[in-house]
């Protein structure tokens, strides 16, 4: 079956510009997370959506980054005002359930973003 | 500060002998823990986990040990082999509900033929 996808897979844009990343979570699983990767770190929690509702966004930096999950399946993590320091990799990750027990994260390839 | 931390960036072993990858934590309250794998170009991919209740987890090749009071838990691959090179990921979590795991920066694991 098809994996977590996340598109574009790479995205180069000027500082001050408006990027949007997508991530589409395997079918039927109801939790989503975002995580940022920078170079030679681990993966930084951003967000985490349960259905369509944001459960915990504790992880995100700062007001200029925003997700949206409306209907419970495609989420876009919105980025405003893009600074050269949000340059990184973006992880998005989905799991059949997060409230309750535990169920392991399957990972997308991930979006590089580059901010010029 | 990181809460995680693998210090060693990178290891290499020779094709059929042990790897051992560690990490160390800072937060007592950290009860769940997960070794993740990653290829260039992929996500993260999950190896193994273990809880606080135990002490040890077992999966073919793949073995975690946990020692709470030192904080300290180490992934023993055994034997290793040359599609082991990835980079590995510790990863731990204040309960096992499978969100907001904080990762470690990873260690690069290079197995030689």
């Known amino acids: 079956g098809a994996g977590v996808s996340q598109t574009p897979s790479n995205k180069v844009t000027e500082k001050g510009k408006y990027v949007e990343l997508r991530c589409d979570p395997i079918s039927g699983h109801t939790a989503l997370y975002w995580y940022r990767q920078s170079l030679g770190q681990g993966p930084e929690f951003l967000i985490y959506?349960?259905?369509?509702?944001?459960?915990?966004d504790s992880g995100l930096p700062n007001d200029r980054f925003f997700a949206v999950r409306p209907e419970g399946s495609v989420s876009t993590l919105k980025i405003q005002r893009t600074e050269r320091g949000d340059s990184a990799v973006y992880l998005c990750a989905s799991s059949p359930s997060g409230g309750y027990s535990y169920n392991e994260q399957f990972f997308g390839p991930g979006t590089r973003l580059t901010v010029l | 500060d990181q809460q995680v931390k693998q210090n060693s960036p990178s290891l290499s072993v020779q094709e059929g002998r042990i790897s051992i990858l560690n990490c160390d934590y800072t937060?007592?309250?950290?009860?769940?823990f997960l070794w993740y794998k990653k290829y260039p170009a992929e996500g993260p991919t999950f190896l193994i986990s273990?809880?606080?209740?135990?002490d040890k987890n077992e999966d073919g090749r793949f073995t975690v040990f946990l020692n709470k009071s030192a904080k300290h838990l180490s992934l023993h691959i055994v034997p290793s082999q040359p599609g082991d090179s990835a980079v590995y990921f510790c990863?731990?979590?204040?309960?096992?509900?499978?969100?907001?795991?904080?990762f470690g920066p990873g260690t690069r694991l290079s197995v030689l033929p």
């Open positions: 937060n007592s309250m950290f009860d769940y």
């Open positions: 959506f349960q259905g369509t509702g944001a459960a915990d």
């Open positions: 273990i809880s606080s209740i135990k």
């Open positions: 990863a731990a979590s204040e309960d096992n509900y499978g969100q907001n795991f904080v």
